[in-house]
């Protein structure tokens, strides 16, 4: 076991139940796909896994380092690529030698060396993400949690982005937690998971 989330109850303001008494587990390089519809605590639950939020009730373990891929980029736009690859470094007393080898070595996998020193608002949206996903996974993330990590591309881009996503998982043996609206790639996953009012469901798939 990796990560464990053990009868969680979350609140919303004023009385709003969002999680109420949820479970799970994740292993070691396992991939675990938690859907739900809109409104129903993905980015809650991404988030609390995260340690962004905390629970009212229950507890959170996570044994592993732990990066995020919001669905909202949080990367600067006047900042190269490189630079806004280096920002988990901020948080890292890693030597800038160290530094330059992951962030250079990141962009060589996803063949972006050429882009190292373009600012972020100049490249593609694919290649925005790319960017997203490095930073998420630079300082030796082994638990990588995406909340909805394709967000805004188009269908080619989108299925340029998972297989680049999936290689990069199985490279860096990183357990996976993706966060997704309905069960379009479940099949790419172990374990599948449904957010059911306040609950996780498992959800069987061949």
Sequence with gaps: MIAEMKDVTKWYGEGKLVFDRASFKIDENERVLITGSSGSGKTTMARLLCGMTRADEGDIVCEAKTGMMPEEDIGLDNLTAAENICIPFLFNAAPAKVRREHVFALLEYFNME??????????????????????????????????????????????????????????????????????????????VLQIKEGKLVEVQHD
């Design 114 to 191: 050429n882009k190292a020193k373009v600012k972020l608002r100049l490249l593609t949206p694919l290649e925005h993400k790319y960017v997203s996903l490095m930073r998420a996974v630079v300082c030796g993330t082994k638990l990588l949690i995406a909340d909805e990590p394709a967000a805004g591309l188009c269908k080619s881009d989108r299925i340029l982005f998972y297989h680049q996503l999936f290689h990069i998982v199985q490279k860096l043996q990183m357990s996976f937690v993706c966060f997704l609206d309905d069960l379009t790639a479940a099949d790419m996953f172990d374990k």
